[in-house]
Nanobody, 127 residues
Framework: QVQLVETGGGLVQTGGSLRLSCKASGRTFSTYHMGWFRQAPGKDREFVATIGPSGGTADYADSVKGRFTMSRDNAKNTVYLQLNSLKPEDTAVYYC????????????????????WGQGTQVTVSS
């Protein structure tokens, strides 16, 4: 069982920044593929970013590419999502997810690839 706890959400003005953190339980965090997703009211949960077990280059949704940066610190069992140049359309609940399964890389863009989820943290961007 993996428990994920997100922190760092809040209210920010357009153009502002936030840093989300997600701390995971478990001794094998360095073997998990990690992802960030978001869900706005009335919309489906959508992919934001994903990163492999050892870190390195993350993959991003086109809507956030160049503005968001995902990273991980395996020594701290934590992944991060730096949100810059925020827009009102970024307003959503942001969820951290982990996958203990092995898939082809593009499959981690889908919610179905992840078997553990955090409770979410609200990000609100005012115009």
């Amino acid at each position: 069982q993996v428990q994920l706890v997100e922190t760092g959400g809040g209210l920010v003005q357009t153009g502002g920044s936030l840093r989300l953190s997600c701390k995971a339980s478990g001794r094998t965090f360095s073997t998990y593929h990690m992802g960030w997703f978001r869900q706005a009211p009335g919309k489906d949960r959508e992919f934001v970013a994903t990163i492999g077990p050892s870190g390195g280059t993350a993959d991003y949704a086109d809507s956030v590419k160049g503005r968001f940066t995902m990273s991980r610190d395996n020594a701290k069992n934590t992944v991060y999502l730096q949100l810059n140049s925020l827009k009102p359309e970024d307003t959503a609940v942001y969820y951290c997810a982990s996958s203990t399964r092995i898939y082809l890389s593009f499959m981690y863009y889908s919610t179905g690839a992840y078997n553990y989820w955090g409770q979410g943290t609200q990000v609100t961007v005012s115009s």
